[in-house]
């Protein structure tokens, strides 16, 4: 399995992004998935959580600003982000939820300046 994120980016806050994580082979529609991210200095947390089914959950620093989406027939995992706040800057990464299964991909680098 590979996991390739992307959609990052530079924006003010207030803005938003929309990040995308593909994902090789054919177990993608078997698995929870989940965003993480991990800031300069600080442990890699998570973010959003998908079921397979299409439930989610959310950290309590980005509910209501963030949704999480799945598309099984793309293989791809989706994070849309509003009202970014400079907190959220931070690499983004995809895995399984929540064990992470697979190999972790190079994410995507959200910056959000003040």
């Known amino acids: 399995v590979q996991l390739q994120a992307s959609g990052g980016g530079l924006v003010q806050a207030g803005g938003s992004l929309r990040l995308s994580c593909a994902v090789s082979?054919?177990?993608?529609?078997?698995?929870?998935v989940a965003w993480y991210r991990q800031a300069p200095g600080k442990q890699r947390e998570l973010v959003a959580a998908?079921?397979?089914?299409?439930?989610?959950n959310y950290s309590d620093s980005v509910k209501g600003r963030f949704t999480i989406s799945r598309d099984n027939a793309k293989n791809t995992v989706y994070l849309q982000m509003n009202s970014l706040k400079p907190e959220d800057t931070a690499v983004y990464y995809c895995?399984?939820?929540?064990?992470?299964?697979?190999?972790w991909g190079q994410g995507t680098q959200v910056t959000v300046s003040s």
């Open positions: 998908i079921s397979s089914g299409g439930d989610s």
């Open positions: 895995n399984s939820w929540p064990r992470n299964a697979w190999p």
């Open positions: 082979g054919r177990i993608f529609s078997r698995y929870a």
